[in-house]
């Protein structure tokens, strides 16, 4: 086991420069699925780490709950006992599922919130709010649902309203508040994980920004609609949906918009600066679940072997 298993705590460096690359250089698809599936497995790796370092750690302490074998010589000598790191990793794996638990609870809360509050209106795909205050966002579950509101459609044209809803409909279709939710709950296993988070909040804009250009045929009023939406929008009253109702970064967006479309690649080609950082964060990736089944396997070999039939 031995140093094994802190890899996977410091293992998500490896991926900050694809974090960074993949937004200027890949298609927003593809980052938004290689970023979100490499923050995912180094979260589940993270959070198995700290998981293992609190029983190996805690083994030889008064009153822990493993069984007499573990009080062998041979165990002992087995085991790469650390009593500050096991100590460390129980308060920190408690922050892990308490963090994580109420990002879940609240995601859950607000979205049956916001179909509750909808239950009145007919049951069209896009419902429009007789509201001032001027914000739209896509509303995930069953069939999905687009919500604008009437101060917002007022600042638009006829165009850029198709825009808006061609937007709000590639989020649904894509299903971009999966990959978000991931990133978020990333994010709390292991803080290294936040630009991953970051990264993947913009791609996923960008995801739907080309999606809704290629709808409505016109990269430019896609691109018109986004300033228009982000001079009069206020953050969105629903916080789970904040990420895809808010603008983001609009400057960006509208000059990636103002360029060619972006060519969808697999895989970045691999002599490119972000075709090599592709691969660190792949191999990264790789060397954390190995390192963690390599120590989950030896724990589960000496636990056997501690233990009396």
């Known amino acids: 086991m031995g140093v094994f298993v802190f890899l996977p705590l410091v293992l998500p460096l490896t991926a900050w420069p694809i974090a960074r690359l993949a937004e200027q250089h890949l298609h927003p698809r593809t980052a938004t699925r290689l970023v979100t599936a490499v923050a995912g497995v180094m ?67 607000v979205r049956r919130a ?36 009437t101060g917002l459609l007022a600042h638009l044209r006829p165009a850029e309203r198709r825009a808006l809803f061609a937007h709000e409909r590639a989020h649904l279709a894509a299903g971009h508040h999966r990959f978000l939710l991931v990133v978020q709950l990333a994010a709390r296993a292991n803080p290294f994980l936040r630009p991953l988070r970051t990264a993947v909040v913009y791609t996923a804009e960008r995801w739907a920004d080309e999606d809704a250009a290629r709808a409505v045929g016109s990269r430019r009023t896609v691109a018109r609609a986004i300033g228009r939406a982000a ?32 060519v969808a ?13 592709a691969w660190g964060a792949a191999v990264g990736t790789a060397v954390s679940a190995m390192s963690s089944a390599n120590s989950a396997v030896t724990m589960v070999l000496i636990l056997r072997a501690a233990t009396p039939l």
Do not use: K
């Not at 983001?248 to 103002?258: F, K």
């Open 43 to 109: 979260a589940l790796c993270s959070t198995l780490c700290l998981a293992l370092l609190m029983v190996v750690g805690t083994a030889q302490l008064p009153g822990n709950p493993l069984p007499d074998g573990w009080s062998d010589p041979e165990v002992r000598a087995a085991v790469p006992f650390d009593e500050v790191a096991g100590r460390a990793a129980i308060p920190a794996l408690l922050a892990v599922f308490v963090a994580c638990g109420r990002l879940a609870w609240r995601h859950r809360t």
């Open 114 to 149: 916001a179909h509750r509050a909808l239950t009145a209106r007919p049951g069209t795909p896009v419902v429009v709010l007789p509201d001032e205050e001027p914000y739209a966002y896509a509303l995930p579950g069953g069939r999905g649902r687009i919500v604008a509101s």
């Open 231 to 262: 001079l009069v929008s206020r953050p969105s009253p629903s916080p789970t949906f904040a990420a895809l109702a808010s603008p983001g970064p609009v400057p960006r967006r509208v000059a990636a918009l103002l360029r060619p479309a972006p």
């Open 265 to 277: 690649h697999r895989w970045p080609p691999a002599r490119t600066a972000v075709g090599l950082a």
